[in-house]
């Protein structure tokens, strides 16, 4: 297999919400909000909030997704997060949001 090739297994796989690239950003996120001054569940909601309004990938939602459910977050407090980000975004990208954000947990409950 060459580099490119090697390369393009890596980020397929990334996109669909695997592989070593995806375990290091996980870690990464985790350990950034350890460290932000917020409590764990504001730090997740303005990132989740940032997603949602750079039009992120599911994968991205994936990992912030993954610390919510592993540290008891609502769902209820994503979806406040959402309705109150829509005047700002617009309902093209809170629709979007959803869409992704339902891919993502529907890859978290993949065995």
């Known amino acids: ?5 090697d390369f393009g297994a890596a980020i397929r796989e990334l996109a669909q919400g695997g592989g070593p690239v995806l375990e290091a950003l ?3 996120s985790e350990n950034a909000l350890q460290h932000a001054g917020l409590d764990p569940q504001t ?3 303005v990132r989740i ?6 039009d ?10 993954g610390i919510a459910d592993s540290g008891g ?6 979806e406040a997060t959402l309705i109150e980000l829509a005047p700002l975004v617009g ?4 629709v979007s ?15």
């Open 1 to 5: 297999m060459s580099m490119d090739q």
């Open 26 to 28: 996980a870690k990464q």
């Open 43 to 45: 730090a997740l909601l």
């Open 49 to 54: 909030a940032a997603l949602v309004a750079l």
């Open 56 to 65: 992120a990938a599911p994968a991205s939602y994936l990992v912030h997704l």
């Open 73 to 78: 977050m609502k769902a209820e407090a994503i």
């Open 91 to 94: 309902s093209a990208r809170i």
């Open 97 to 111: 949001a959803a869409g992704k954000i339902d891919q993502a947990l529907r890859e978290l409950s993949t065995p």
